[in-house]
């Protein structure tokens, strides 16, 4: 099930299903480590005998956020019990604490006395053997915990504070399904204590006169001992609930109001998805500057993995989108991390300080992640990289110059990183060719060489160039620009297909020799959003086209396919559907659009790819990896730090672009056509 809603700190993150349950709740870094593991913490309802947890099936839902704020605005409503309830979510900017409002209308002409039951599935450590759970007596709370983590739960009525019905017990052991079955007849067993695999839940019972509604509050405070986790519930005790909610509503709006802008026309529904896409990307970044691709444990169903990894290539990209949209800040941190922190870690041959290139992705923390990349082909060695992945952060770092021009902030990025990961990709090139060794290419599905890592190559090497000159390194820039020159006229020699009358995805290698691929793939677009070529060069005006018209569904939900015949979660086989349609692909084909145009009419034909993209959006702005052909529901992980961030991107390609055209008559620039 894909994840909404999701709020966090750059510590804490916790990720919400379309039942509104958390299923992954991340603690101390953005992705690691997950005490959740997808398994549902559920939020239940006792009313004069009958019992409701929340959910799709039971109760109309609305998700949705606070305008403008990482706080959630969740309605529901039951068929059968008079209630309505209101639900506001947060986790603390500045502190590790979650808390819950929850406000219940009592819709009868009657008083009612309804009993909220909240559930809490911990799994210390990311995993479920050794935990406890207590009661407290001293703060009258449930505790949680397992070596270096402590999680405390308490609540508040508006006439009471701390927990008074509470149970503790077993799960999934020995035919035990979970404590919360307890709260199912309105009544807790109030165990003091249970150790082994266990869960939680805190009762509140409420009492609502005829039409009149009430408001209570639950959190949860994290950290990595008794004593700290004793003082947030202080802090939240002097504070107030209620004012936490509203110093996040307040914090978030000031901080979205950064990145605001003139948005140049575009219509509503992509204004707001751009703001929201700037909150929902920065629930996705740890603190220590590692973007993370997506926290959505329901993909480990495939090989017991997840997304929870800092690719390389994502993060560039990302970190560029907010750099340019008013956030050097994250930019910064995720440099720092490729360029400082990854690169402390060793693994096999790999560590950057020794041959200049970054691993597959990484773990929050900077280590090195898993890989299905291997290091071995036949009986040859070969490096289990992406190539773009070291170029585009090379990319990144330039630009991020660009926009701020403070050479003592990049100065610490240029040696040792620039300088060894540019001296590799000038190295690890085809004599013979001038391309790029084979390396995988970005769907990290086949081995080759790929036109749209060459192309980041090409913007790598110029980037490098840049920086080598602003550093007064005259022969490093030299041979940077002339490597980025060498390569660009390799892959118009060996990557353009004139049969094709375009360029090809790439040389594949088939039992160890090459082969030309001239399927029709997405990322040729990466010809264009890295610069490596103009948009309105014929050649590659073709390879665009037929990007177009091979790969966009003519049926259905509509959008841009991967490449032909992608199978990957393939959900439809038929011979109009070359694949499902991902969201990044279509922001793809809008900035090449945005790009070509000449003129403001030309530009205006990018708005129907943004329009489509918003609109495949959940109404909480999330959006996912790609979705289904004919219903449009979501398929794979969400959100999809990478949609977003090129969302992000192109909007403001578009408002640049709109910027530049708007002033030609001024400068007596004639259009021609």
């Given at each position: ?88 979510d947060a986790i603390d900017y500045e502190k590790n604490i979650l808390v819950r409002r929850v ?24 995993n479920e053997i050794g935990d406890t759970v207590f009661f407290d007596p001293k703060n009258a ?38 404590t919360w079955r307890d709260a199912e007849n309105g009544l807790l067993g109030a165990n003091p ?481």
């Amino acid at each position: 099930m894909p994840r909404d809603l999701p709020i966090g700190n750059g510590s804490m993150l916790a990720a919400y299903d379309f039942d509104y349950q958390i299923r992954d709740f991340y603690y101390p870094r953005v992705g690691k480590e997950n005490h959740a593991l997808g398994h549902p913490w559920r939020f239940g309802v006792w009313l004069e005998g009958e019992f409701a947890w929340l959910n799709r099936d039971n109760w109309t839902l609305r998700r949705e956020y606070v305008p403008g704020a990482l706080v959630t605005s969740v309605t529901a409503s039951h068929p059968s019990l008079p209630l309505r309830l209101h639900f506001n979510d947060a986790i603390d900017y500045e502190k590790n604490i979650l808390v819950r409002r929850v406000r219940v209308e009592n819709l009868s002409s009657r008083p009612l006395v309804p009993r909220l039951f909240f559930h809490a599935d911990i799994n210390a450590l990311e995993n479920e053997i050794g935990d406890t759970v207590f009661f407290d007596p001293k703060n009258a709370c449930l505790i949680h915990y397992k070596g270096p983590r402590y999680f405390l739960m308490s609540c508040a009525t508006e006439t009471t504070l701390g927990v008074t019905y509470f149970a503790t017990g077993t799960k999934r052991h020995r035919g035990l399904e979970g404590t919360w079955r307890d709260a199912e007849n309105g009544l807790l067993g109030a165990n003091p204590i249970a150790q082994g695999a266990v869960d939680s839940v805190i009762g509140i019972h409420l009492q609502l006169a005829p039409g009149a509604d009430a408001v209570c509050h639950y959190w949860l405070a994290v950290g990595e001992n008794y004593h700290e986790v004793e003082e947030l519930h202080r802090f939240i005790t002097q504070v107030g609930a209620e004012s936490l909610i509203e110093r996040n509503i307040d914090y978030w709006r000031r901080w979205v109001a950064a990145g605001e802008r003139d948005f140049g026309g575009l219509p509503p529904l992509l204004a707001e998805c751009y703001r929201r896409s700037l909150l929902i990307l920065r629930t996705q970044i740890d603190r220590g500057g590692a973007v993370i691709a997506a926290n959505d444990t329901d993909i480990r169903q495939f090989n017991q993995d997840t997304y929870s990894y800092m690719w390389p290539r994502d993060g560039a990209i990302v970190a560029q989108a907010l750099d340019r949209a008013g956030y050097g800040s994250l930019c910064r941190r995720f440099l720092e991390f490729c360029t400082r922190k990854a690169v402390n870690y060793n693994y096999s041959a790999s560590i950057l300080a020794e041959t200049g290139f970054l691993m597959h992705k990484y773990n929050p923390d900077g280590s090195v992640g898993s890989s299905w990349q291997p290091w071995m082909q036949g009986e040859e060695m070969q490096l289990p990289i992406q190539e773009d992945e070291t170029a585009l952060v090379i990319w990144a770092i330039w630009n991020h110059y660009l926009i701020h021009r403070d050479i003592e902030a990049i100065r610490p990025f240029y040696s040792p990183f620039v300088e060894r990961a540019a001296d590799f990709l000038l190295g690890f090139r085809d004599d013979r060719t001038g391309l790029p060794l084979p390396s995988f290419d970005l769907w990290e599905e086949r081995r080759g060489v790929f036109t749209y890592t060459t192309a980041t190559v090409i913007a790598g090497l110029a980037a490098a160039s840049s920086l080598a000159a602003l550093f007064h390194e005259a022969e490093r820039a030299d041979a940077y620009r002339q490597g980025a020159d060498e390569v660009r006229a390799a892959l118009d020699t060996h990557l353009y297909s004139p049969g094709e009358g375009r360029f090809m995805r790439g040389i594949v290698i088939e039992n160890g020799l090459p082969k030309y691929d001239v399927t029709v793939d997405a990322s040729l677009l990466g010809l264009v959003i890295f610069g490596a070529y103009d948009a309105q060069d014929e050649r590659v005006a073709r390879t665009i086209q037929a990007v177009e018209e091979r790969l966009w569904l003519k049926t259905g939900s509509g959008g841009l396919a991967r490449y032909e015949g992608d199978n990957y979660q393939r959900m439809a086989t038929r011979g109009d559907v070359p694949g499902n349609p991902w969201v990044v692909c279509t922001l793809w084909l809008a900035q090449c659009r945005i790009a070509k145009a000449r003129d403001l009419r030309e530009l205006e034909l990018a708005v129907p790819l943004l329009v489509w993209v918003a609109e495949r959006a959940l109404a909480s702005g999330v959006l996912p990896e790609q979705v289904h052909p004919d219903s449009g529901e979501f398929i794979s992980v969400s959100p999809l730090t990478w949609s977003h961030g090129t969302f992000v991107a192109t909007v403001l390609d578009y408002l640049r672009k709109g910027q530049e055209l708007s002033a030609l008559p001024a400068l007596g620039v004639m259009d021609k056509g």
